[in-house]
């Protein structure tokens, strides 16, 4: 058994309709001025009408897979944090696991806000730490644009689209994810939710009409809810870790909201420089955002290998979470080869011929059981 959990690979995907906060002024009533000086965001990524949760995750799964040099079917489970799934059911992972050709793998959606990704470390480094994973993805995507409310000025101007992977591998060698903290209070559900569209209030012409498939937020209050627990994540996090907050490299909180952000740094005595931010032109992607933005941290040399950093995220449940890593994989990564890239193209389209080989023969299957039990009736 290899008890460490290493982040051996990591991909993004943003859509590339860009919406701007002066767009935005032509829909409800705002500003750029209010957006930026109250939130930090200057424009979002909406998916365009083919992408979705899936399609999102897919991009950013295969960069990750390709990175590490891992084959789809070496995965044990693929995890899609979100809070925007294609569907209800099943679950997204599963999409994902089918177009990547995942075929030895489990797969489960994870619905903890905007903590799902820090859940979903902590799930897939545990399942590691206990033997029975040895390869897995986990994933944080998100299309917010289809479940918010564009005439309340509130809620659309944070939220945008998009998704961001890593892949968790066992290993020997001490390091990976030292320790998480995941924490719930669900007192606090009505803060920031999508009422209709479950069992509690299932699609109707009044769920429509009053707009409850729409996110809802009570801002203020998560704000202080936000501001109080950031710190107290970390803080509870490095101390299971036994790391000197010191000794942290960079902080990859959550994508919320600028002056959030800049609150927990002060009330951690960190300098906000050591806070990675995005936001300014992705908005809060929930959970998709801390995988995005640790992906771009790596992209632009903010992480060095033996780093120790801190993720931390926090939202709707409400929940919160944080997970200390030590990066142990090699940096600056070497791109993939032309012939590397070609053999991992024709997996996926093998995979793709696969689902569709499957598929038919259910098909061809069902008509052919269809007519013989006909006939059976008849007899
Ligand atoms: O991902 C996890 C969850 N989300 C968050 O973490 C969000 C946490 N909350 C926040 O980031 C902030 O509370 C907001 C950015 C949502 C709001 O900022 P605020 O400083 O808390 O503003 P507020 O809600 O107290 O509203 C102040 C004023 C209000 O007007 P009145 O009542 O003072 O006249 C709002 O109606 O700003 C108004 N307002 C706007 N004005 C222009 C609210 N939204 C807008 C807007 N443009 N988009």
């Not at 569709?356 to 008849?378: M, Q, T, V, Y």
């Amino acid at each position: 058994m290899s008890p460490y959990a290493h982040v051996v690979g990591w991909g993004r995907y943003v859509p590339e309709r860009v919406l701007s906060n002066e767009e935005l002024a032509h829909l409800v009533d705002t500003s750029d001025e209010w957006i930026r000086a109250r939130t930090g965001i200057g424009e979002r990524r909406i998916a365009g009408e083919e992408e979705s949760t899936a399609t999102m995750a897919i991009r950013a799964a295969r960069q990750a897979l390709e990175m590490a040099g891992v084959r789809p079917a070496q995965l044990d489970m693929v995890i899609v944090a979100t809070i925007t799934p294609d569907y209800l059911f099943p679950a997204t992972a599963c999409a994902v696991q089918d177009a990547l050709g995942a075929r030895h793998a489990g797969a489960f959606d994870l619905s903890a806000g905007c903590s799902g990704f820090v859940y979903g470390l902590g799930i897939g480094a545990n399942l590691i730490a206990a033997g029975a994973c040895r390869n897995v993805l986990v994933i944080g995507s998100e299309t917010l644009s289809r479940v918010m409310d564009w005439s309340d000025r509130s809620t659309c101007v944070l939220f945008g689209d998009g998704a961001g992977a890593v892949l968790l591998q066992a290993s020997d060698v001490p390091g990976g994810v030292l320790s998480v903290v995941l924490g719930a209070d669900g007192s606090g559900g009505d803060l920031l939710w999508q009422p209709a569209g479950g069992s509690r209030h299932p699609a109707s012409h009044y769920t429509v009409a009053e707009r409850m498939h729409c996110l809802r937020m009570k801002g203020r209050e998560v704000y202080r809810f936000a501001v109080q627990q950031i710190p107290q994540a970390t803080r509870e996090v490095l101390e299971r870790a036994g790391i000197d907050i010191r000794d942290v490299a960079l902080f990859v909180p959550h994508q919320a909201n600028q002056r959030i952000i800049e609150a927990a740094a002060r009330t951690l005595g960190v300098s906000p420089d050591r806070f990675y931010c995005n936001l300014e032109r992705y908005g809060n992607t929930s959970a998709a955002s801390i995988p995005i933005a640790l992906v771009e941290a790596l992209e632009a040399g903010r992480i060095q290998r033996d780093d120790v950093i801190v993720c931390v995220g926090f939202g709707a449940g409400l929940t919160w979470g944080a997970a200390a890593i030590r990066w142990s994989a090699p940096l600056p990564v070497a791109p993939l080869s032309r012939w590397a890239s070609l053999v991992y193209r024709l997996r996926y389209w093998q995979a793709g011929a696969r689902s569709a080989g499957r598929r038919l023969s259910r098909w061809i299957g069902a008509r052919f059981n269809g007519r013989k039990s006909g006939e059976n009736g008849r007899n």
